[in-house]
Structures are given as structure tokens and as C-alpha cells.
């Protein structure tokens, strides 16, 4: 990953891979998939819902499309040499359908990322506790129709003031979207759009939402997270120190917490 690959993740909050994942093994993982759900490739009568939801997959080719050199080469570049943690599974995969009925979780939000003992909830706090990266693996193609991801561009930069109010706790994600939605209502809009093998690589404060699926083929993504390391992609008891470089997540962090 170049210096001006970083540069657009730093300003906009994300960045394209693309085919990242080989053909191949997109493919192996669509078929995976399409094995889990009650629904048959080609036959709209067996679309019965608007979004099918797939948990944990760990097979062979979601482990090598999870790790793949050029997206190794992303990681360390975004987040840091020894920071992060390899995955050996992709998770959380909805998968979206052609469909009349219009799905209930198209709010625009962030990602909540560890749950704190005793408690039945997940959260999330300014130094990103549990999460270095949001990931979002296409393995089909994936038109402006087709129910593409959409993002508000750079608004990783209206979020960390919003979480420094609630302190080393952080708050539940449910109880954040409306703040961190106001916060960056006026970031311009763009679609995680492109083909099987393409992932975008996000900042975990990258403000987001689903939307309806108007096009003709279904939508398989995984949006998995990238796990550091350590508890902290940006330590707490660093943030106003000035001399210690972080990573380019954490050091985008520190810069909209600066200008606050």
C-alpha cells in the first residue's frame, strides 16, 4: 500500500482493495454461502426474505480470503506492523435479496466493537477498543442496485468527538447512531460498489448504513471486523502525547479529537 493509498484513508476513511480476494476463492465462498440459507441460486420464488443472515464461517476459503498478502500488506500498512491479529474466519455476512418487503436496519451508524463483563450488550469508545478496522469483503458483484453498503465519506472525523463524551466506558452502538448520524450529515455519500474479490478496508468510526436491495442479484458481503492486537488501537493514556506515532487509525483519531 503506497503513501497516497494511505493519504485517501486518512482523509476519506476508507480505502478499495481491489480484487483482493482471487476469483476463485470469492467463488468457493459464494457457493459457501449460498449452502446456508434456504434459498436456491436462479430461483426468485425460494427469495423469501430481504436479508439473510450468515454467522461465522471458517471453512478453507474464507480463511484464505481473509488473508491474502496484499491485504496482510493493507493491515500492517493502516493499522500497524504487530497490532493486529490474523483472522481465521470471516463473520457477520448479510446477505441481501431482491425484495418488495424494505429491510429494518438501514439506520446510518458505526460498529460497536466489545462487550464489557457483566454486561449483555456490545459498545464502543473513543480509542476503538476490540476493532482496528471494519472490513467489508464483496464475494459477488456488486452494483449501485444491489444493495451496496453506503458510506458518508470522511465522517471517521465527526466520530471520536462524539465518543469522547461517554469516556473509557464508551456507549452502546444503539444509543450512539443518532448522535454519530447528526454528527455527519453533512459528509458526502458514496456505495461500496465493485466485484466478487473487492474489500474495503474502513476506519471503525467510518459512519455507514444498509439500504434497500432494487437491483436483480443477490448481495453476498462479509463485514467482519480486524482485531488489534492490544485492547487499544490508540492508547488512553497517549492521546495528547505528540511525540509517539500511531498508526494511521489511530493518528486520524487523535487529529478530530486535536481540532474538537
Not at 454467522?55 to 491485504?71: H, I, K, S, W
Request: aromatic letters at 8%; one cysteine or more; a negative charge.
Amino acid at each position: 500500500m503506497d503513501s497516497e493509498s494511505i493519504r485517501r484513508f486518512m482523509a476519506d476513511g476508507f480505502i478499495k482493495v481491489e480484487a483482493a480476494v482471487p476469483a476463485d476463492v470469492a467463488a468457493a465462498c459464494a457457493d459457501l454461502l449460498w449452502a446456508q440459507i434456504d434459498a436456491v441460486p436462479g430461483d426468485r420464488s425460494t427469495w423469501t426474505r430481504p436479508v439473510y443472515w450468515v454467522g461465522d464461517m471458517a471453512q478453507e476459503p474464507f480463511r484464505a480470503a481473509a488473508n491474502t498478502p496484499v491485504l496482510h500488506d493493507a493491515f500492517d500498512a493502516l493499522v500497524g506492523r504487530g497490532r493486529w491479529q490474523p483472522r481465521r474466519s470471516l463473520g457477520s455476512f448479510p446477505l441481501r435479496f431482491p425484495h418488495a418487503e424494505e429491510p429494518d436496519d438501514a439506520g446510518w451508524h458505526i460498529e460497536a466493537s466489545y462487550q464489557p463483563p457483566g454486561e449483555s450488550g456490545y459498545r464502543v469508545n473513543v480509542h476503538t477498543r476490540g476493532r482496528a478496522l471494519l472490513m467489508l469483503f464483496l464475494f459477488t458483484d456488486v452494483g449501485e442496485e444491489d444493495a451496496p453498503t453506503r458510506i458518508r465519506v470522511g465522517s471517521h472525523m465527526d466520530v471520536p468527538k462524539v465518543l469522547a463524551r461517554h469516556g473509557e466506558h464508551g456507549a452502546p452502538m444503539m444509543k450512539l447512531s443518532s448522535d454519530v448520524a447528526a454528527a455527519s450529515k453533512r459528509r458526502p455519500v458514496t456505495l461500496a460498489t465493485g466485484h466478487a474479490g473487492d474489500v474495503f478496508l474502513c476506519h471503525p468510526f467510518l459512519v455507514h448504513a444498509a439500504q434497500p436491495h432494487h437491483g436483480e442479484r443477490p448481495r453476498f458481503m462479509a463485514q467482519p471486523p480486524l482485531y488489534p492486537s492490544y485492547d487499544f488501537i490508540l492508547d488512553p493514556y497517549l492521546l495528547r502525547v505528540t511525540d509517539v506515532e500511531p498508526s494511521p487509525v489511530g493518528a486520524t483519531i487523535r487529529a478530530a479529537l486535536h481540532n474538537a
